[in-house]
Structure formats: C-alpha cells, structure tokens
C-alpha cells in the first residue's frame, strides 16, 4: 500500500514538472516573441501616447511665370500652439496671448487650460506677424510655442487674380490654378515630436524628433508677364475709359496653344478675396462666360468656305442692298443700305452679313455645322483651369434656314472667348488646331530643375496651309483697309476682325444699346506669333461697335506686346488705308547732319525740339524712317 502510494506522488511529480515545463516554455516564447517581434511595435506605441507633436506646414510651391518671374510667393505667417498640461499660470499666460493676439481673455483661458494634447488658438493665433511671434516668444511663457507657418504673397496685386485664384487659410487651394493643382503645391507637413509624461511634464532625458516638411513643387506658367502686364494696363484704362459690365482679354501662341496672358473684368486681390462679392473672383470669364461671339465668328464660315472651294475671293462679286431674305425673315446688314458691288474679299474687310448668309448658304447646315465642331465649338477646349464652359450650338434638328444663316454671322450660337481663340489660331497657323494650356513645368523648388514640362497637344488638323494662308491675307486686308483698322500696328503686319454681338435679355430678346463688342487679331499676319481676343460688354459713352472700342485696344496689346517679345518690325506689309477723321502718319525724315537752319523746312509738320550747341545734327529721335501721328516732336542734338 506504501509502495502504490509512492508510485502515485512520483507519476504526480512528474507531471506537474512537465506542465511547469510547458508553462515556462510558452512565456518564454511569448516573452521572446515580444522582445524579438513585437518590440518595435510596441515602443512606438509608447512613444506616440509619451510624444506630443508640434506640426510644421510645408510651403506652398511658388506660382512662376514662363520667365521665371514669381507670381505667387510666400511669406513667413507663424503659428501660436499650446500644450495645456505645462502650462503653469493659466490665468497670466491667457492675459499675456490676449493682449498679443487681440483676442478675449476667457477665449485663450479656454485654449491654455483645454483637456488636449496640443491646442491650436484658432483664428487669432493662425498665421500672425513676425511682431506678434517675436513678443510671444520673448516672454518664455511655459506650454506656448510658435510653429513656422506661411502664408501666400502676391508681389504684383491683382495682376492674373482670376487664373491664380487662391488658397485658405489651411493652406489648401480653393480656386484657380491654386486648386486645380493643389495636390502638387501643396507639399506634405512636417513635425517637431517631443516627449512628456502624463503629468504632460517634457522628459528631458528623451530627445525630441524632428520630420522637416517637404515644401510642394514650383509651378512654372506658360503666361508672360511682359504680355500679362500690357494686357492689365488696356483693361485697366479701358475700364476707367468705358465702365463696361465686364471686360476679357486674352492672348495665345497659335503654333503650341500656350497660353501667354489672360485676364478679365471686374477683377480682385487673391489676398483679400473676402472683401469682394463670389461673383467676382469664381467667374474666370476668358473660360467660364458664354456669349454670342458676333462677326469673329465670321472666321470659322470663311475657313469653311474657302477649305470647300465655294468662293473665290478676288474674282467673285456679290452685291449687298442691305439685307437679305431668307425664308420668309429679313437679315439686315450693320451698314444701312449695305455695300453695294464688292468682291468677296470685301464682303469679309466690311464684314458684310448678307455676303456671310451667302456663304453659309453655299455650305449647306451639314458642311456649316461640320466645320464649326472641327474648330472646337460646342466642347470644352480642354485647357488646365477650372470652370470651362462649352458654350451653346443649335441641335441639327432644330437647324432651319433662318438659324443656319444666322449661324454663318455669328448669331444665335453661343462660344466661350478661349473656344474662339483656339478656333482663329487653328484659322491661321496653317490649319492645326491646338489644345490650349496654361501649366508649363513643374520645378524643384530648391535646385530649380525641371521636374516634369508640358508639351503642346495637336489634335486634328481642320484645314489647309492655303486656305491658312488666304485667311491670314484675307484678315490682313480687315486691318489695312476694312473694320479693323483701328488694330493696326505701324511696323507690323496685323490682321483680325472685329465682332458687335447683341445682347440677349432677361426676356429672351436682344437689348438695346447693350453689345459686347470685340476684336480678334494676330501678328505677324504672314507667320503669327500671337493671337489677341479682347470683348468689353456694354462699354458706356460710346459707339458699341467692335472697330471703335476693341479694334483700338488690340492693336495697342499687339504693338506693345510684339516688342517685349523681341519681334522685329517690318516693312513689307499693307500700307493702311485713312477714314476721316484720321489722318496718315508722317515718316521721320533724316536730318543727320543737316544745318539748324535747314530743319525747319523739312519738318514742317512735326514739331522741333533742340538741345546742344553747334552748327549741326549728330543724333535725332525718332530715328529717320519712323513713323509717327502729325504735330508729334521731334529731337535732335546739335554739335560741331
């Protein structure tokens, strides 16, 4: 019985020494596994509910023309930050930031004694001044601390508001190319992480972890700023001038479709979008408004004409009375009593509508409608900027032949101005229509290397190097000797044509006294380099006619503009024909060396100012061969 008994104690010992065998195997495993596999895991976990995070905002990429000039920069906008648990005065900390940050006392008391980790005071101590930074930081208060931050800066103003829109106060894009591509500019935060207990005391013997932030791409435009501020300067004087409802303008390089200024009317400071009614600064007119687009339309039934052979511009005539019948509806001519015999070569410098019903007619709606969807109307043009409208064509079934031959005039369509820009740029560039784009390059912002560039799109070719060409003479001849010619440009080669479209009322019908007039030029006539649109609705004070308010604008952003672009004048083009009231300009003479008493006979019609001592002329300005307006001055320096 004894001896049973000691078998059992031993088979029992046995077994508990191999369950505590087991037991101890399985926490050393368990302990192995979170020592060798867990451990990582498990010290960030500590470190993340120990660190506390002062985050830092990357700076927004610069916004930079295709020069390099900065469009939209930044600026220091520091940051006011708390971390309520080492605040040690609650109530002199709170009276300190209020006074500081002009705010109330019991709003910050709120801020340095909440129950979080880290508080941000929101809005007074978002993005404040270097000043405020400086008197915060130079009074040591435990718990407070100024994170970097900042802000955008916009070194020109208002200049190009509507295409760069602008960001919040978050740093995040909200309009504009701001938005459009925010992803990009935006860049990714960075952190200064330092450890506390949970008292929130900081643990000096752990060091603090700093993430630098990652500052977003530079975004290089293909806008010019030379041509963007000549662009700014006519809408500025024509706003003064006219006090028009709105104005656009917009230039283009037809060969790439890049964009080189654009800008618009009523406009705003991206800084101070606040101040400013949202119908202001969400409309970018040039591609979000839609209007009848009038007799620049005219282009596109020309192209489409001369693209089918149905006209001959020299040789064939046509007669206008001043109106024509079509199906039972009269369509009058701007002119009263119209034209009378011309070629259609004149049909298009006096933007005849009779002889544009003809040509459409010859078309047929098919061929029309075909050509006016080839040159891009009725979609979207495909340009990086937000908020494009695709403008208004009449469905085919609805197409009679009294909406056909409106159609062929430039009435009862509907067209955006960046539509009518690529459409005339595709007219005149041999035929290649283009999609238009505003972003150039992306940039690193520290080496300033090109990251990624944007190519120019080719999407179809519309018509051919000569109907091209007969389209820029044919424009040319609008400028020299027809309704444009308040376009031309001495010493360049211009061509365009002028529109006035009625406006449509809240009635439905065309309003009275109330167009937008515009014109559409591009030089040099022969090889085009740049393509102007300017519209100004309802300019006041005035005759509303796209020859004698836009025509003239165009023709000082195209002179102006060619010289900033280094475009060379020239001699070869057509000589204008004068209208009265004009008057010819009058071609400097040479007077180099001619004697003081000689000048007076010579330079009859200019005026004469004289500086130097001597007998005769060494240098004159303007140089000889200039031509400049009757009465204008002349200089010139006399020496020995």
Same mark, same amino acid.
Not at 56 to 64: H, V
Not at 91 to 107: G, H, Y
Not at 263 to 290: C, G, I, M
């Given at each position: 019985?004894?001896?049973?008994?000691?078998?059992?104690?031993?088979?029992?010992?046995?077994?508990?020494?191999?369950?505590?065998?087991?037991?101890?195997?399985?926490?050393?495993?368990?302990?192995?596994?979170?020592?060798?596999?867990?451990?990582?895991?498990?010290?960030?976990?500590?470190?993340?509910?120990?660190?506390?995070?002062?985050?830092?905002?990357?700076?927004?990429?610069?916004?930079?023309?295709?020069?390099?000039?900065?469009?939209?920069?930044?600026?220091?906008?520091?940051?006011?930050?708390?971390?309520?648990?080492?605040?040690?005065?609650?109530?002199?900390?709170?009276?300190?930031?209020?006074?500081?940050?002009?705010?109330?006392?019991?709003?910050?008391?709120?801020?340095?004694? #909440?129950?979080?980790?880290?508080?941000?005071?929101?809005?007074?101590?978002?993005?404040?001044?270097?000043?405020?930074?400086?008197?915060?930081?130079?009074?040591?208060?435990?718990?407070?601390?100024?994170?970097?931050?900042?802000?955008?800066?916009?070194?020109?103003?208002?200049?190009?508001?509507?295409?760069?829109?602008?960001?919040?106060?978050?740093?995040?894009?909200?309009?504009?190319?701001?938005?459009?591509?925010?992803?990009?500019?935006?860049?990714?935060?960075?952190?200064?992480?330092?450890?506390?207990?949970?008292?929130? #005391?900081?643990?000096?013997?752990?060091?603090?972890?700093?993430?630098?932030?990652?500052?977003?791409?530079?975004?290089?435009?293909?806008?010019?700023?030379?041509?963007?501020?000549?662009?700014?300067?006519?809408?500025?004087?024509?706003?003064?001038?006219?006090?028009?409802?709105?104005?656009?303008?917009?230039?283009?390089?037809?060969?790439?479709?890049?964009?080189?200024?654009?800008?618009?009317?009523?406009?705003?400071?991206?800084?101070?979008?606040?101040?400013?009614?949202?119908?202001?600064?969400?409309?970018?007119?040039?591609?979000?408004?839609?209007?009848?687009?009038?007799?620049?339309?005219?282009?596109?039934?020309?192209?489409?004409?001369?693209?089918?052979?149905?006209?001959?511009?020299?040789?064939?005539?046509?007669?206008?009375?001043?109106?024509?019948?079509?199906?039972?509806?009269?369509?009058?001519?701007?002119?009263?009593?119209?034209?009378?015999?011309?070629?259609?070569?004149?049909?298009?410098?006096?933007?005849?509508?009779?002889?544009?019903?003809?040509?459409?007619?010859?078309?047929?709606?098919?061929?029309?409608?075909?050509?006016?969807?080839?040159?891009?109307?009725?979609? #979207?043009?495909?340009?990086?900027?937000?908020?494009?409208?695709?403008?208004?064509?009449?469905?085919?079934?609805?197409?009679?032949?009294?909406?056909?031959?409106?159609?062929?005039?430039?009435?009862?369509?509907?067209?955006?101005?960046?539509?009518?820009?690529?459409?005339?740029?595709?007219?005149?560039?041999?035929?290649?229509?283009?999609?238009?784009?505003?972003?150039?390059?992306?940039?690193?912002?520290?080496?300033?290397?090109?990251?990624?560039?944007?190519?120019?799109?080719?999407?179809?070719?519309?018509?051919?190097?000569?109907?091209?060409?007969?389209?820029?003479?044919?424009?040319?001849?609008?400028?020299?000797?027809?309704?444009?010619?308040?376009?031309?440009?001495?010493?360049?080669?211009?061509?365009?044509?002028?529109?006035?479209?009625?406006?449509?009322?809240?009635?439905?019908?065309?309003?009275?006294?109330?167009?937008?007039?515009?014109?559409?030029?591009?030089?040099?006539?022969?090889?085009?380099?740049?393509?102007?649109?300017?519209?100004?609705?309802?300019?006041?004070?005035?005759?509303?006619?796209?020859?004698?308010?836009?025509?003239?604008?165009?023709?000082?952003?195209?002179?102006?503009?060619?010289?900033?672009?280094?475009?060379?004048?020239?001699?070869?083009?057509?000589?204008?024909?004068?209208?009265?009231?004009?008057?010819?300009?009058?071609?400097?003479?040479?007077?180099?060396?001619?004697?003081?008493?000689?000048?007076?006979?010579?330079?009859?019609?200019?005026?004469?100012?004289?500086?130097?001592?001597?007998?005769?002329?060494?240098?004159?300005?303007?140089?000889?061969?200039?031509?400049?307006?009757?009465?204008?001055?002349?200089?010139?320096?006399?020496?020995?």
């Amino acid at each position: 019985m004894r001896r049973v008994s000691q078998v059992i104690v031993k088979k029992r010992l046995v077994t508990v020494f191999f369950v505590g065998l087991i037991l101890f195997a399985v926490i050393m495993i368990r302990l192995g596994y979170v020592q060798f596999v867990l451990s990582d895991f498990l010290i960030s976990k500590a470190e993340e509910s120990w660190s506390r995070d002062i985050t830092f905002e990357p700076e927004r990429g610069k916004i930079l023309d295709t020069d390099g000039e900065v469009l939209v920069g930044n600026q220091s906008a520091p940051t006011v930050m708390v971390v309520p648990r080492q605040v040690k005065e609650p109530e002199k900390t709170a009276a300190q930031l209020a006074q500081i940050l002009n705010m109330s006392q019991d709003k910050a008391y709120q801020h340095v004694t #909440k129950a979080a980790s880290i508080e941000r005071i929101h809005p007074e101590g978002r993005k404040i001044s270097e000043k405020q930074a400086d008197a915060i930081q130079a009074l040591s208060m435990p718990g407070v601390y100024i994170a970097e931050d900042s802000e955008r800066y916009y070194p020109h103003g208002a200049f190009l508001s509507h295409v760069l829109g602008f960001s919040g106060i978050d740093n995040q894009g909200l309009l504009g190319l701001e938005a459009y591509y925010d992803e990009q500019l935006k860049g990714e935060k960075g952190a200064l992480s330092f450890f506390s207990d949970a008292k929130g #005391k900081r643990m000096p013997e752990m060091a603090d972890v700093y993430e630098p932030p990652v500052d977003g791409k530079d975004l290089k435009l293909t806008i010019d700023y030379k041509v963007q501020s000549i662009i700014e300067r006519e809408l500025d004087i024509a706003e003064a001038k006219y006090s028009p409802d709105g104005a656009v303008a917009l230039a283009v390089d037809p060969d790439t479709g890049k964009v080189v200024g654009m800008a618009s009317r009523p406009n705003f400071h991206p800084a101070e979008y606040q101040k400013v009614d949202a119908k202001v600064y969400n409309r970018n007119l040039p591609v979000w408004s839609t209007y009848e687009p009038g007799s620049t339309f005219k282009i596109i039934t020309l192209a489409a004409a001369l693209e089918e052979n149905l006209v001959n511009l020299e040789d064939e005539h046509f007669h206008d009375s001043g109106a024509i019948k079509v199906d039972g509806a009269t369509l009058h001519c701007w002119k009263r009593g119209g034209h009378g015999d011309q070629t259609f070569l004149e049909v298009v410098q006096n933007s005849c509508n009779p002889g544009f019903v003809t040509l459409g007619q010859r078309l047929g709606k098919d061929r029309l409608f075909v050509y006016i969807e080839r040159f891009g109307f009725g979609e #979207k043009t495909g340009i990086d900027l937000e908020g494009e409208g695709k403008g208004i064509l009449f469905k085919p079934e609805n197409v009679g032949p009294v909406e056909q031959a409106t159609t062929a005039f430039g009435q009862g369509v509907s067209v955006t101005p960046i539509q009518q820009v690529m459409a005339v740029a595709a007219a005149v560039n041999g035929g290649y229509y283009y999609e238009p784009y505003i972003q150039e390059a992306w940039v690193d912002p520290v080496t300033g290397e090109v990251l990624k560039e944007n190519k120019p799109n080719m999407k179809e070719r519309v018509i051919s190097e000569d109907t091209s060409k007969q389209i820029r003479e044919a424009l040319e001849n609008v400028v020299a000797k027809g309704t444009g010619r308040g376009a031309y440009v001495e010493g360049y080669r211009v061509g365009g044509k002028t529109g006035t479209a009625q406006k449509v009322g809240p009635d439905g019908r065309y309003m009275e006294n109330n167009h937008i007039v515009s014109f559409i030029g591009f030089a040099p006539a022969d090889d085009p380099e740049l393509v102007v649109y300017l519209a100004i609705d309802n300019p006041k004070n005035t005759v509303q006619f796209g020859g004698v308010v836009a025509a003239p604008i165009v023709g000082s952003i195209m002179g102006d503009s060619l010289r900033a672009l280094g475009v060379k004048p020239r001699t070869d083009g057509l000589e204008k024909e004068y209208a009265w009231p004009e008057e010819p300009l009058v071609e400097v003479p040479n007077v180099t060396g001619l004697e003081l008493k000689e000048l007076k006979q010579l330079l009859t019609p200019l005026e004469l100012e004289v500086s130097g001592k001597g007998d005769r002329v060494i240098t004159q300005a303007p140089e000889a061969g200039v031509k400049v307006p009757s009465g204008s001055t002349i200089r010139v320096f006399l020496g020995e």
